[in-house]
């Protein structure tokens, strides 16, 4: 009997201690669950900590950039003038063109002119000037230039000499005509179109003077005419021209009197420079006078 109280107690006390087993292991759980609880919850505060950290750094990154764009001085209205400026002077002015320039833009230039006439009347004038210089200082006293009315662009001048064997140096000698005087007038493009030159008096025969006291010679028209030619060089041609025409004095009464007239001589120069131009410089024939 006591054997068997005692084995009833044994059976109890096991199982009480697996009872207590059982509930100690039931108690450990939560622990674990609360364990895993905290390690999740810890895993979460430092997502949100990474999170916030991420976010201050981007809050401060973006306020250092703002910071440095203020920091930057704005364009000054000197900047700003200036950076005007380069741009209008990248658009050419209205109404210029390639040259401008160019060949009459010196600051010297007639004003209200257009450069290329500008130019014509720079080139004229010093050409014109080395003319009269190159003239004063002949020895032969061949000829002698005076500017009509101060006028350096129409001249008159004087021939003194003619062949000293020729009849119309006889003419000139007997009619006590000291000169044959000559007008040239020099037009814009000189030197590289011919003066215009006529005979003012004495009234002349032949010698290829013409009415009004124009002159048929081919090297005073445009095709005839070079730039190379000077004053002096056309006046010593005319002279051989008067003595090989067998030029001479007009002496016969009535005639003497009248007077050349430019603009007789203008028209008389148009005819000829026609008729040579169809003909070319031979004589032409009579019915074309």
């Known amino acids: ?22 509930h100690q292991g039931s108690r450990k759980a939560p622990k674990s669950q609360k ?52 741009a209008g002077s990248k658009v050419p002015p209205a109404g210029s063109s390639s ?12 004003p209200g002119q257009p450069p290329n006439k500008q130019h014509c009347a720079q080139v004229r004038s010093r050409r014109l000037m080395k003319e009269l210089q190159d003239i004063r200082k002949l020895t032969d006293h061949f000829i002698s230039v005076e500017l009509v009315e101060d006028n ?13 064997d020729s009849a119309l140096w006889q003419d000139m ?59 002096e060089a056309v006046m010593r041609q005319f002279a051989a021209s008067l003595v ?8 016969k009464v009535g005639k003497t009197k009248k007077a050349f007239t430019r603009k007789e001589a203008e028209a008389t120069f148009k005819s000829l420079v026609k008729t040579h131009e169809k003909y070319g410089w031979v004589t032409p024939p009579v019915s074309d006078g």
């Open 99 to 110: 040259s401008s320039s160019s060949t009459g833009g010196s600051s010297s230039s007639i």
């Open 1 to 22: 009997m006591a054997t068997l109280l005692r084995k009833i107690g044994l059976i109890r006390l096991h199982d009480r201690d697996t009872d207590g087993a059982r």
């Open 173 to 231: 000698k007997e009619t006590s005509t000291e000169c044959i005087l000559l007008n040239l007038n020099f037009p814009d493009n000189f030197p590289f179109s011919p003066p215009f030159m006529r005979v003012l008096s004495p009234r002349l025969e032949n010698g290829y003077v013409l009415d009004g006291g124009a002159i048929c010679m081919e090297l005073l028209t445009p095709r005839g005419w070079s730039s190379a030619y000077t004053v």
């Open 244 to 251: 090989k025409g067998q030029g001479r004095i007009c002496r």
């Open 35 to 86: 364990n895993a609880s905290k390690q999740c919850n810890s895993g979460n505060e430092s997502i949100l900590l990474q999170s916030d950290h991420h976010h201050h750094y981007h809050n401060n990154h973006q306020q250092q950039h703002s910071h440095k764009r203020s920091e930057q001085p704005p364009p000054s209205i000197k900047d700003s003038n200036k950076d005007k400026q380069q």
């Open 152 to 164: 350096l662009f129409e001249w008159n001048v004087k021939l003194l000499q003619v062949d000293k």
